[in-house]
């Protein structure tokens, strides 16, 4: 009897996977449905014998099982995408059952656990500093600084808290972590549980993705008896944006309003209840049982600089091969787009991109050839982020996508902050009186909706855009948090690259 292999991640399932496996089952195969490779536009991807078909449709079924299907991609682990990953994180995606304990153990599951308590509590904090490891979540602070202040800390309860409040654009490898192997996930929060002397854990899960919410709870539960004392809780946030932010993340986990605090004192010392507390994102946690297993020199050989180990990057947006791709901080930005996701879909020269969310700055492709490192990244105010890049063909309006970043932070501002609050409405009011003024082409304001109704102002383009611009670095520097403070990059770098998208005319200067 045939054995078929589909993913059971949340896209394959929106791509028809749960259709395929029934039509394979009433072919008479036994299908076992397995975490997700990443190729996703090949969802649904069936394999059989180590083989690839996709994208398949219930129509296809008898095809591949006869093989004569023109769906085959040949050797999964074989394929460029694959083959030319370094996977650490996701080296079990595709390979196993999200939530059968065998299959974890099988693949070197709680190695990590198990030396963490061989070699005790501070070495296993120095292991993690080691490697290097920083925040995935976007501000790319060391992991094991953090794990250390928490350790020293005296207090009669510690926590560790899961940031899975994955809620930046262009960025799903959070869930296909928790979805497709859950138990990682579990093992470096228990693992970060021992180092610091935490007994509880909280996994902050927005209520968006319920299929990672049931795996992650069914994993806990079958798993609870590996974990004591460390006890392990699933809390589902109600999808605001600002409580990816640390603290405003703290506050509703505590029943609260979901709005930033005011730093010192920082969670680590003083967090969730009042009690030091560790606050990591998914991917951070999840790079921990590899670090313990096999050893911070291991994770910290791969990389560049002070950016070491691999970051899962998620090709999203106008983009061919969209999916996760997972490979050692370097890789230029020009490889990732044009070589790994193989261009825009649409087959139209590549405009802009923007890594790192709605707050990331735009790239433009002049910029392709900088690495991907948070250092370099920041020398020409970028963000690494998450690690999501969202790609945008010639057709982009970059001065509406501007407009779209002050419109997003206005909606999702916690009102903590005036610069954030305030500064977010004026600034797309300002954006509307730009448009408003300056002819651009096909791109006339009468494509965008008419919010500004007030008489246009006396002040000239160059005022205007002057006042964006001083705008934007109130809001840089005066803002709580990074909602308001990261706003002004997509805002800068498309008025910096796209300036004719705001009807601004630039003559070159006289050559010398």
Not at 100 to 124: N, P, V
Not at 207 to 231: D, G, N, Q, T
Not at 311 to 321: C, Y
């Amino acid at each position: 009897m045939v054995t078929v292999r589909i993913s059971d991640d949340a896209l394959a399932i929106a791509c028809g996977a749960d259709d395929v496996a029934a039509a394979f089952e009433k072919a008479g195969a036994t299908v076992e449905r397995v975490s997700s490779w990443g190729m996703q536009w090949l969802e649904p991807l069936v394999e059989i014998d180590g083989k690839g078909f996709g994208p398949a449709t219930p129509a296809d079924v008898a095809a591949i099982l006869d093989g004569s299907s023109m769906l085959a991609i040949g050797a999964i682990e074989s394929h460029p995408y694959i083959a030319s990953q370094q996977r650490l994180t996701f080296a079990r995606a595709g390979k196993t059952r999200p939530t059968d304990l065998g299959d974890y153990e099988a693949t070197g599951g709680w190695k990590g656990l198990a030396r963490a308590k061989q070699i005790g509590a501070e070495a296993t904090v120095e292991e993690v500093l080691a490697s290097g490891l920083r925040g995935r979540g976007g501000a790319g602070f060391p992991t094991g600084i953090k794990w250390r202040t928490v350790a020293a800390a005296k207090a009669d309860q510690k926590y560790i808290v899961c940031n899975a409040d994955e809620g930046d654009s262009a960025t799903f490898a959070d869930r296909m972590v928790m979805e497709g192997d859950p138990y990682m996930l579990i093992e470096g929060m228990a693992i970060a549980g021992f180092a610091t002397g935490a007994t509880r854990g909280y996994i902050y899960v927005r209520s968006e993705y319920p299929h990672a919410i049931a795996k992650l709870e069914e994993a806990i539960r079958k798993s609870a008896h590996l974990l004591h004392p460390f006890v392990l809780e699933v809390r589902e946030g109600a999808g605001a944006y600002v409580c990816g932010e640390e603290t405003s993340l703290l506050n509703s986990l505590e029943g609260k309003r979901g709005e930033v605090r005011a730093k010192p004192p920082i969670p680590a010392l003083v967090g969730l209840f009042g009690r030091p507390t560790i606050v990591n994102n998914v991917l951070s946690l999840a790079a921990v049982p590899y670090i313990l297993s096999e050893g911070a020199k291991a994770y910290a050989d791969f990389g560049m600089g002070r950016s070491r180990g691999t970051m899962p990057i998620q090709l999203a947006g106008n983009i061919k091969h969209g999916g996760l791709y997972e490979t050692a901080f370097g890789i230029t930005l020009g490889a990732l787009v044009n070589e790994i996701g193989g261009g825009t879909q649409s087959g139209k020269p590549v405009k802009g991109v923007q890594v790192g969310g709605p707050l990331g700055a735009y790239l433009h492709p002049d910029q392709f050839d900088i690495p991907f490192d948070y250092e370099a990244y920041a020398a020409v105010d970028a963000l690494i982020g998450h690690g999501g890049i969202t790609v945008f063909d010639e057709d982009a309006d970059m001065a509406g996508m501007a407009r779209f970043a002050m419109e997003f932070c206005a909606v999702e501002s916690c009102g903590k902050c005036t610069p954030c609050r305030i500064g977010s409405t004026r600034g797309k009011e300002l954006i509307d009186r730009i448009l408003e003024r300056a002819p651009r082409g096909r791109d006339t304001v009468e494509t965008l909706p008419q919010i500004h109704n007030a008489p246009q102002s006396a002040r000239s383009l160059d005022d205007e855009i002057t006042l964006l611009e001083d705008l934007c670095e109130t809001m840089k520097f005066g803002s709580l948090c990074a909602l308001g403070g990261f706003t002004p990059y997509p805002v800068l770098s498309a008025l910096k690259h796209w300036p004719a998208d705001f009807g601004v005319v630039r003559v070159p200067e006289a050559a010398e």
